[in-house]
C-alpha cells in the first residue's frame, strides 16, 4: 500500500487557494496526497485572523513556521504558491535577486533562499512565474 502524504499549502490570496481546493487537491487524492491550504496570514486581532495578499516575508514565515509546528508528522509537506511579481522587499535575497535576469533562474535562487531561510526539511517552496490570475 502507498504511504499517506499529507500536502499543507501556503497560499498568496483567495485565487490560488481556489485553484488549490478545486483542481490540485482532486488531483492528488488519486496518489493518495491530501491537501490543506490556507491563505497566508496578513494580520490577527482578538478575535479574528485576516488572510490573503503577500503583505511581508516576515509574517508569511512567521505563518508557515507555526503550520511546521502546529502539524510536526513526518509525513507532513509544506509548500507554499505565490507570485514572483508579488514578493515583498523583505524576501531572502530579493535584492540580491533582481540582478538575475534569466526569469526561471531567479525563481530558483529565490525558492533556494526561502527554503534556505524556513531550515524544514519539510518545507519546498513553490514561486509562480507569472501572475497566476
Not at 478575535?47 to 508569511?60: D, E, N, V
Amino acid at each position: 500500500m502507498k504511504k499517506f502524504i499529507r500536502l499543507n499549502v501556503t497560499a498568496e490570496g483567495q485565487t490560488e487557494e481556489r485553484f488549490v481546493k478545486d483542481t490540485l487537491s482532486p488531483y492528488l487524492g488519486k496518489y493518495n496526497v491530501s491537501t490543506d491550504v490556507r491563505c497566508v496570514l496578513t494580520s490577527k486581532d482578538k478575535k479574528k485572523c485576516y488572510r490573503g495578499g503577500l503583505i511581508s516575508y516576515a509574517k508569511a514565515k512567521s505563518d508557515i513556521l507555526m503550520w511546521l509546528k502546529e502539524d510536526n508528522n513526518s509525513e507532513a509537506r509544506f509548500t507554499t504558491m505565490f507570485d514572483l511579481y508579488a514578493l515583498p522587499n523583505d524576501f531572502p535575497k530579493f535584492e540580491e535577486s533582481k540582478k538575475i535576469f534569466n526569469a526561471y533562474d531567479r525563481v530558483v535562487f529565490l525558492e533556494t533562499a526561502f527554503a534556505q531561510d524556513i531550515k524544514d526539511h519539510r518545507f519546498v517552496p513553490y514561486i509562480q512565474l507569472h501572475e497566476f490570475e
